[in-house]
């Protein structure tokens, strides 16, 4: 079965082995239970497949693109409140210093 959307889950959570919610784009919340037999998941609202990327540790955030080229700062799914509690002024740095390091790239 192929993927509609991808979410990052952290690792972290699912080595805890607690129930994990994964919030999908149309807001609707899929409780997986760890550990994870599949990697994808189907919304059951809008039924959107859902791939489901485990990330090493902790990460709140990774950094990745709008479709309009923007970087932006996509939130890792059952990472810590600690990590995901950034203020403005941190996520503003954060895009700017993404912003500026990209530009700077060469494809």
Same mark, same amino acid.
Request: glycine share 0%; charged share 25%.
């Given at each position: 079965m192929k993927p509609d959307l991808f979410t990052f889950v952290a690792g972290i959570a699912v080595e805890r082995g607690d129930p994990i919610p994964i919030?999908?784009?149309c807001d609707s919340v899929i409780t997986?239970?760890?550990?994870?037999? $599949?990697e994808l998941v189907v919304c059951p609202n809008c039924?959107? !497949?859902i791939k489901l990327l485990?990330?090493?540790g902790d990460p709140g955030y990774v950094m990745g693109r709008a479709p309009t080229g923007e970087p932006? %700062?996509?939130?890792v799914q059952g990472s810590s409140p600690e990590k995901l509690a950034i203020s403005d $002024?941190? !996520?503003r740095a %954060? %895009?700017?210093k993404i912003s500026k390091d990209w530009g700077n790239t060469t494809h």
């Open positions: 919030t999908c784009n997986i239970m760890p550990p994870l037999q $599949e039924e959107s !497949r485990v990330l090493t932006i %700062l996509i939130p $002024e941190e !996520r %954060l %895009l700017e």
